[in-house]
């Protein structure tokens, strides 16, 4: 049985994802998508034409995951698509967000991605492809956004590590990292902050970002990178000191 597995699947970056792979790929016997929120799981049902398997799981949880790590462990599927798409970013100062909320964002888009990743793996065979979708605050650290950004540099660094793990067994591992782009992510980001203008001038549009994360999959390539401000966004990150450059967000922020 071939299969696709998404999470974050109720919203965003991972419900496009899971549509435009229906779209793209014929050869699906199931898509595998999971989020918390079981009604939002349902409503795929009118969007995509392949058998949905649907898991309501918290994956900051352990026992939810041991659910997936059960599913697979009794189907054994061939999983030739694994996108982690779950994650949350909140703004506002460290000393100004709650501690639990700044953990959670550590425990989702870190340690659940890289849970998913390690379950998932077994069962993923030549010529098969991971998409996790990091962002370009990857690049430069963000004050105001300084957890989700870490956290976010992080899952940079260990796709890109984890893609040369894996070229011996010709799986291909490719970090998204779009800018702002316009989904639900900052109705929550913005619960506690408020976005930059600059960021709100260059978001993008997700069935466009998606549609370059999966054909850079396809050709093998590590990043993926939407949009010629963020692609200019990213050189600037690698020729300019990072302090200078923090410097000057600072001024435009105030």
Not at 135 to 149: D, E, H, K, T
Not at 231 to 236: E, I, Q, S, V, W
Request: aromatic share 8%; hydrophobic share 45%; with cysteine.
């Amino acid at each position: 049985m071939k299969i696709a597995v998404v999470t974050g699947a109720s919203s965003g970056m991972g419900r496009e994802t899971i549509i435009q792979l229906w779209e793209h790929f014929k050869g699906f016997d199931e898509i595998w998508i999971i989020a918390r929120r079981r009604e939002r799981l349902d409503e795929l049902d009118r969007q995509v034409g392949v058998p949905l398997r649907k898991f309501a799981l918290d994956l900051t949880r352990e026992r939810d995951r041991d659910v997936l790590l059960r599913a697979l462990s009794a189907r054994k599927p061939q999983v030739k698509f694994l996108v982690n798409a779950a994650g949350f970013g909140m703004i506002g100062q460290v000393e100004e967000l709650g501690l639990k909320s700044e953990t959670d964002m550590v425990a989702l888009n870190c340690e659940a991605l890289c849970a998913v990743t390690r379950m998932v793996l077994p069962y993923m065979e030549c010529n098969s492809r991971i998409i996790q979708y990091a962002s370009s605050a990857a690049f430069l650290p963000q004050p105001g956004f300084a957890i989700y950004a870490a956290t976010k540099s992080f899952v940079l660094s260990y796709s890109r590590a984890l893609n040369q793990e894996l070229r011996s067994r010709r799986i291909y591992v490719t970090a998204v990292c779009p800018g702002p782009v316009k989904t639900e992510f900052f109705d929550i980001a913005e619960s506690t902050g408020v976005i930059p203008l600059y960021k709100r001038l260059v978001m993008a549009n997700p069935k466009r970002v998606v549609q370059k994360a999966i054909r850079d999959s396809i050709a093998g390539r590590e990043i993926s990178v939407y949009g010629i401000t963020m692609k200019a966004f990213r050189l600037l990150c690698k020729m300019m000191p990072h302090r200078l450059l923090l410097a000057v967000m600072s001024f435009m922020n105030e």
